[in-house]
């Protein structure tokens, strides 16, 4: 079944995730859209201080948002935030320092804005690594594990109220088109048993990047009624340093197909500004486009109980650890 998977994923991806593929896209859009302004939106971009996270967020900048940049590195983030000021003019730029892998480090964060009590309309949970050594996080969660899916998950539903009370809003998950290659993993949610196992980091990833995508479907289910909008994407194969270092041989390989990190982050800035009515909350998107969340034959179809066992193993990793948003009175 992986051999199936993975092939089915390259084939796929050779035709879709390239440069070649976002050119094909492209030609059929109205880009009206990308003309909206962000005046009195407040915006938070996780990973803001390189790569998509940073493009995505310098694009939401310069069309006016009230910006914060998510960065676990002061002196990085703080760089990030004076090269947006500069590029885009808006100086309502903002570091937030926050490492998203440590549930106290969140916790922080969500207490800082209850304290603040300002609003947030975008959240992009885009911070993301693939790294190929075992190692744990704050917490002792396996890092991938702790940064993709703990920590969006600790992340977004501690700030729902806010997100709720801001509405119209929305999250927009940047997961990857590596889902593709991996079913939803319940039982390994957490501290990874590696007894007798090598750590396969692609196949944590890939896992992370599927949770990602389960969990932009439950919350779009159940903040349905609130005008909070949930959605997953996946950039495409775009040029970072990210993945240059993390997956430097696939890239050597394929780096004259690759998309640039404009292109990457072009679905991201779509999300945040296109008319939530036109969205299809819970989706996939690559290229401004919903996508099917299993390719043929790969066999990764799950139902809601594995959701159910995924939220709820959640649940128990973040509780009395960060406490969702308490709201003043309105
Ligand atoms: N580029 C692609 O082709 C591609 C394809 C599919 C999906 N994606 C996804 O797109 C997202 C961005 O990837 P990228 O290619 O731009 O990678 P990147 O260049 O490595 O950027 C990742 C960003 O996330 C930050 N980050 C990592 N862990 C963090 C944590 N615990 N707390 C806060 N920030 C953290 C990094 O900060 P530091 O500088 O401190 O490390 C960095 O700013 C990821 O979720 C990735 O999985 C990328």
Redesign the pocket.
Known sequence: MGLIRNCSFLLYGTKHFGKSGFARAAASWDNSVMERRLEGKVVMV?????????EAAQELARRGATLYM????AQ?GEEAVQKVRQATGNQDVHLQV????SLASVDSLVREWEVAGRPLHVLVN?????VHEYSLSPDGHESCFA??TL?SFALTTALGPLLARSAPSRVIF?????MYTAPLEVKHAGNEDLAGRRYDGMLAYSRD?RRQVALAERLAERWAGQGVGVYSM?????T????KKSIPGFYSFYRDSFRDVAQ?ADTIVWLALQDMASLQPGAFYLDRTTQPKHLPLAGTQYGSAAVDSLWAALERMVEGKVKPVQLAAA
Do not use: M, Y
Request: glycine share 24%.
């Open positions: 996780t990973g803001a201080n390189q790569g998509l996270g940073f998510v960065c676990r590195n990085r926050c490492d998203v892998s885009n911070a993301g690594i693939l940064t993709h920590g940047v997961s990857s088109g590596g990047k996946h950039p495409g194969w775009a970072t340093e990210g993945v990457g």
